[in-house]
């Protein structure tokens, strides 16, 4: 399980049945440094330079929401035996957190 910022939606003419339901975010995965140099406070974590991906989201979580997201093969797992055609999806909202102050040398 990865941490990433939701950037956008992804609009479907037609889905497939099986992801009714929910929404397709677009999310940016950040690295620890990113979410040091942010303020979570703010929920500003800047702009990380990882390609952002697309997750199933069910949620609900807004624009710029901090997610906790799956990918690969445990992605498809929380879904069976009734696969959902996806690679990736939101497993929970952030609201809050907390990092530890990085000792300096």
Avoid: C, N, Y
Wanted: negative net charge; hydrophobic residues 45%.
């Amino acid at each position: 399980m990865r941490l990433g910022q939701t950037i956008g939606t992804v609009t479907l003419v037609e889905p497939h049945p099986t992801v009714r339901g929910g929404v397709f975010r677009v999310l940016i995965p950040l690295s620890a440094a990113d979410l040091a140099a942010g303020d979570p406070a703010a929920g500003d974590f800047g702009r990380s330079a990882a390609e952002p991906l697309i997750a199933w989201d069910d949620l609900g979580a807004g624009d710029d929401q901090l997610v906790a997201f799956s990918e690969g093969g445990e992605a498809a797992q929380p879904f069976r035996p009734h696969d959902k055609p996806i690679d990736a999806f939101v497993a929970a909202i952030i609201d809050r957190l907390d990092l530890p102050a990085r000792k300096t040398r």
